[in-house]
């Protein structure tokens, strides 16, 4: 069965740094691109990064570029965000998704929360 | 940046069908998928490449797609069906993913 596991959201001041983790298994994860995506307290989806199969290329949503780092360590199955410079604009629910590609994104993590307050 | 406009809610009764719109201007180069999120939940795929339907999903969910508008039908709604429905594609590079604002779905 295919599990997505995040971990690593709480509160945190602006201006600080947290670094969320997703932790695959079911499926050969080394294989598979990866997103990161968000949801605001009572908003819509947001796509913030991916990340490819051996980590040698990223993306970023505008919004996030140049503060939060997508990373992965195919050994340990794992997907990072590393996310600096918070502001409260960034509170929300982040979910880890697998891409399969053009079947999409079958399968999400089941969210970890992020609050950016003081 | 690239944006996909959804209308915010719609509303219809048990057993009516239900469509969905989202529009693009580059729906015509890149695929569009869409997911159901109930509350407190996971989003859930439910149409990939424009009118797949992934296995599980039932038969009363179908995609279309015409120029720069993607099309969710559910027919024969259920109370069951109740839920946010997002269309999800990416810009003509295939680079920046991008969301639509969410459709309400409400069965009266």
Known sequence: EVQLVESGGGLVQPGGSLRLSCAASGFTFSSYWMHWVRQAPGKGLVWVSRINSDGSSTSYADSVKGRFTISRDNAKNTLYLQMNSLRAEDTAVYYCARDRKSSGWSNWGQGTLVTVSS | ?108
């Open chain 2, 1 to 108: 940046s690239y944006e996909l406009t959804q209308p915010p809610s719609v509303s219809v009764s048990p057993g009516q069908t239900a469509r969905i719109t989202c529009s693009g201007d580059a729906l015509p180069k890149q695929y569009a998928y869409w997911y159901q999120q109930k509350p407190g939940q996971a989003p859930v795929l439910v149409i990939y490449k424009d009118s797949e339907r992934p296995s599980g999903i039932p038969e009363r969910f179908s995609g279309s797609s015409s120029g720069t508008t993607v099309t969710l039908t559910i027919s024969g709604v259920q109370a069951e069906d109740e839920a946010d429905y997002y269309c999800q594609s990416a810009d003509s590079s295939g680079t920046y993913k991008v969301f639509g604002g969410g459709t309400k779905l409400t069965v009266l």
